[in-house]
């Protein structure tokens, strides 16, 4: 599915968050800002060049964004961070003047949502796809039935970092579009029990709701035995294991094919 890459583009219009709940402790921002040395610290939002980026041309005046593109918003941050209020709504209106790509982003703050939306949004802009996190139980009891509430044209949830068992079962429905589970990346990253992932996979099949293990995380247990697993084949072995159930849009693309070996898997 390589070739499929270019139709995704990622777009982080600020840069920085503030951890709002456990799934946040080991977040992949506040990683990255440390592996690159940055001075700034990570909880601090600001803008980043990229701002405008939906609505930059190349200088044969064609959009730089080609039209149809799944635009990945604000993956360094939290779209709905309050620190961002005053910029949101440039977004918003070059989400608008975009309406021919795809925005899809992802929150740990749903509870937030209608503080932060243009007065014009009615019952949700077409091309608006959200994502609300939940890591656990606790969290998913408080943020789904907020989610479920709202008006939203294309809603999924994001099951990640999965750090314990969840049952999705009371929030799935029509209005669901797709739930997407991955463990925690990084050196300290919570492990991933398989079992969870196949008992959301049940929940979803259950419910004929469209699946996705998008990633395995860092450590992964599978069997009753735990694995580290490579950064950069956590994609590609949670793909491997095959389990997607009715996934035929906007697929994670596998980078590098590899099978399940102890190279690719070790204690
Ligand atoms: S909401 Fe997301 S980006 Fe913000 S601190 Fe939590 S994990 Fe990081």
Redesign the pocket.
């Known amino acids: 599915m390589g070739e499929n890459w270019e139709i995704y583009a990622d777009w982080n219009p600020w840069h920085g ?5 456990p ?2 402790k080991y ?4 990683r990255q800002d440390e592996m690159y040395g940055s001075t700034v610290a ?1 909880s601090l939002a600001r803008k980043t060049g990229n701002f405008n980026l939906p609505i930059k041309r190349r200088r044969d005046k064609t959009w730089k964004l080609k039209s149809g593109m799944l635009v990945f918003t604000c993956f ?3 779209f709905l ?1 309050q620190d961002a209020d005053e910029w949101r709504s440039e977004c918003w209106q070059m989400i608008k003047e975009r309406s021919d790509l795809w925005f899809y982003f ?4 749903i509870d937030r949502f209608l503080q932060c939306i243009p007065d014009d949004w009615g019952t949700g802009y077409d091309n608006v796809l959200v994502g609300c ?1 939940v890591e656990n139980q606790e969290m998913a009891d408080y943020r789904l039935p907020i989610f479920k509430s709202l008006p939203i044209k294309h809603k999924s949830i994001i099951v990640s970092p999965i750090i314990s068992p969840v049952d999705l079962s009371s929030f799935l429905d029509e209005s669901i579009e797709e739930v997407s589970v991955g463990g925690e990346s990084g050196v300290d990253a919570r492990p991933c029990n398989y079992d969870w992932i196949l008992s959301l996979r049940e929940q979803c099949v259950s419910h004929d709701i469209p699946f996705r293990f998008h990633q395995t995380g860092a450590k992964f247990i599978k069997d009753g035995r735990m694995y580290r697993v490579h950064r950069r084949f956590q994609l590609s072995q949670a793909h491997k294991a095959n389990i997607d159930y009715k996934i035929n849009e906007f697929f994670v693309p596998e980078k590098v094919k590899f099978e399940w070996t102890p190279d690719v898997y070790h204690d």
């Open positions: 968050c503030t951890k709002v709940s799934g946040c977040c992949y921002v506040y990570s360094t941050s939290d961070l992802f929150t740990k703050r996190t």
